[in-house]
């Protein structure tokens, strides 16, 4: 079963807008990661947010965590074209915790 | 540059067959993965290896098996290949836990 579920599935906005995406989970985390996978593409890391933070910058991306919610958002402020992608959050897998738990992701389309 | 190669990247098998996928990092990470994306499902965990002899069963490893011989290669086998195994396959290495995951480009297996 799989323990994120983004929120939306798939989101269209205009270039120079901040695209915001969620991802909720079941069971208690220690961490919680954000990928990226262009299309045809592989998943490339995006950021590591721990359980005892709660928010994180890098570069134009912000990720919040809220444990109590068992939540995260990603941030992405002044979209552009490049960011067309589709986004996943990750949590650490419960048959290994090296692993990983994705959700089905939101795709994001950043109309130029 | 340190990286993480899959091949091929495109296969068409019949159904039956015994297939094998290859990945290959070259960044020493003791943790390699298996994974397969289909639509709707995002990523499932198929086998993971914590090092040289050692394999582990993710959630939707029927049908599949791996093995660890050294630490570079993590090769998937599909022992009769199945319509159903149809899908993008991806493998990825990480160094610890609780760190980032490094995937590779994917597989596009189709099993006609």
């Known amino acids: 079963s799989q323990q994120g579920e983004e929120d939306p599935q798939a989101l269209s906005i205009q270039e120079g807008e901040n695209a915001t995406m969620n991802c909720s989970y079941k069971?208690?985390?220690?961490?919680l990661q954000w990928y990226r996978q262009n299309s045809g593409r592989g998943l490339v890391h995006l950021i590591l947010i721990r359980s005892n933070e709660r928010e994180k910058h890098s570069g134009r991306l912000r990720v919040t965590l809220d444990t109590s919610k068992k939540s995260s958002s990603l941030l992405i402020t002044a979209s552009r074209a490049a960011d067309t992608a589709s986004y996943f959050c990750?949590?650490?897998?419960?048959?290994?915790?090296?692993?990983?738990?994705f959700g089905s992701g939101t795709r994001l389309q950043v109309q130029p | 540059d340190a990286e993480i190669t899959q091949s091929p990247r495109h296969k068409i098998t019949e159904t039956g067959r015994q297939v094998t996928l290859a990945c290959h990092q070259t960044?020493?990470?003791?943790?390699m993965f298996w994974y397969r994306q289909d639509l709707g499902h995002g990523l499932r965990l198929i086998h993971y290896?914590?090092?040289?002899?050692?394999?582990n069963k993710g959630e939707v490893s029927d049908g599949y098996s791996v093995s660890r011989s050294n630490t570079e290669d993590l090769p998937l086998t599909l022992e009769s290949a199945a319509s159903s195994q149809t899908s993008v396959y991806f493998c990825a290495s990480s160094p610890d836990v609780n760190t980032e995951a490094f995937f590779g480009q994917g597989t596009r297996l189709t099993v006609v």
């Open positions: 990750a949590t650490p897998h419960h048959t290994g915790r090296r692993a990983l738990t």
């Open positions: 290896s914590y090092g040289v002899q050692d394999t």
């Open positions: 960044w020493n990470h003791n943790n």
């Open positions: 069971t208690s985390i220690n961490n």
